[in-house]
């Protein structure tokens, strides 16, 4: 999973060809580091499909306050630059992948 900052934000998730699934993470966050595993075998599940990306909420202070996130870990599905679902908390495979189909309708059709 590839980390974004502030200022590789806009070209790695906000122009993104695609739908791009944003971890809002830190470092002292262990709920994030427990995720880690699931994500990465989410990642690689749906590869091609949906880019997975991280960001430290430490190291993207702007993007943090953009989308409004106050806890971490934290989801969030954009398309085209454009949000279309948020998730906050820690949560098994089977549940991140339902959001993500609900997140972005038709991808693993």
Do not use: N
């Not at 949906?50 to 430290?56: E, G, L, R």
């Not at 993007?63 to 806890?71: I, P």
């Not at 971490?72 to 279309?84: E, N, Q, R, S």
């Amino acid at each position: 999973m590839k980390s974004v900052t502030d200022s590789s934000f806009p070209a790695d998730v906000l122009q993104a060809e695609g739908p791009v699934v944003i971890k809002f993470e830190a470092r002292w966050c262990q709920p994030c580091k427990a995720m880690t595993p699931t994500l990465d075998a989410i990642e690689k599940e749906l590869a091609g499909k949906v880019t997975f990306v991280k960001a430290d909420v430490e190291h993207c202070v702007a993007a943090t306050q953009r989308f409004k996130v106050g806890q971490v870990p934290a989801l969030v599905a954009v398309k085209d630059g454009i949000v279309t679902s948020m998730k906050t908390g820690a949560a098994p495979k089977q549940e991140i992948l339902k959001w993500v189909d609900l997140a972005f309708p038709g991808l693993r059709d």
